[in-house]
């Protein structure tokens, strides 16, 4: 049994709600007392089916429509926060697509999309998270949702691993010039998920469930109520001091490869 409530008064602002990983940081968030600010890509009617199928509804939860990789969805999620709520304390930048590849087969548009969703959509709620925070003189706390593919190569998903390489360097710079703000930016870096996007893989090719496992050390697949508990604990006081850094959580995986197991 948990201390319910370790988030109560915190107003949250989390991207690509409508997902399995996002929809598991919003319950986890609910559950421990937060105000919501939740934004997908798909249409309310869609969205609102989703996520009050999880109990994701009433006076404390906003849902906003909107592309993040245009800049006005992150000014609109940032200031429907401030307007309703009164601040925006924490931002999960967890909002990505992947459309698997081999190298010589990625065009140019699977490409810009990998880069415009998942970086430059955490670049745009980042700096205009962090602009608010600033201005409010209040603490706050950034965390982009990466992937163990943030440090490690991966076949037929080069534009992936390279948009999340580059967040986790969005990561570090952001979190460089912002502890004068006493704003923290921190990455949670999941390996294989049971659900999201890996979950849709899995399902049409269950052989490919096969091979990630022979590389999880721990031997089995997380879930994304593993993922959704370790944003909460980078949300709590006790990771204050942790700043443009990366929470691991991937089994093992990055511990070690070989050709053989592919
Ligand atoms: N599933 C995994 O195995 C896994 C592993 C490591 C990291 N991750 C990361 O976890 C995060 C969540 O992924 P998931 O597995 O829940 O996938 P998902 O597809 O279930 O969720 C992603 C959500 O983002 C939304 N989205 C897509 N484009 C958008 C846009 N332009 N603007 C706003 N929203 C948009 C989608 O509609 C979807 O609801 C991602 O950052 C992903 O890279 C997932």
């Not at 010589?104 to 415009?116: G, M, N, T």
């Not at 004068?180 to 399902?203: C, E, H, Q, W």
């Amino acid at each position: 049994m948990t201390n319910s409530r370790r988030l109560k008064g915190k107003v949250i602002v989390l991207t690509g709600a409508c997902g399995d990983i996002g929809r598991a940081i919003a319950r986890t968030a609910a559950r421990e007392g937060a105000k919501l600010v939740l934004n997908d890509i798909l249409p309310v009617k869609e969205a609102k089916a989703l996520l009050c199928g999880d109990g994701l509804s009433g006076r404390k939860v906003l849902y906003l429509q909107g592309d993040i990789s245009r800049q006005e969805t992150s000014e609109r999620l940032i200031g429907k926060a401030l307007e309703k709520f009164g601040s925006a304390d924490i931002c999960v930048g967890n909002a990505a697509v992947v459309e698997p590849a081999p190298f010589l087969e990625v065009d140019r548009q699977s490409w810009a999309k990998h880069l415009d969703v998942n970086l430059t959509g955490c670049f745009y709620i980042g700096q205009t998270a962090a602009r608010a925070m600033a201005k409010a003189k209040a603490s706050g706390k950034i965390i982009f949702i990466s992937s163990w593919v943030q440090d490690v190569s991966w076949a037929n998903l080069t534009a992936y691993c390279v948009a999340k390489s580059g967040l986790k360097m969005l990561a570090k710079c952001m979190a460089l010039e912002l502890g004068r703000y006493k704003i923290t930016v921190n990455l949670v870096a999941p390996g294989f998920v049971d659900a999201g996007l890996s979950g849709k893989m899995f399902r049409k090719n269950p052989a490919l469930r096969k091979d990630a496992l022979k590389i999880v050390p721990l031997g089995r697949i997380m879930t994304a109520i593993q993922v959704a508990e370790a944003v909460f604990e980078l949300c709590l006081p006790s990771a204050d001091y942790m700043t443009g850094t990366t929470y691991l959580i991937d089994g093992g995986n990055s511990l070690f490869f070989r050709e053989e197991d592919r």
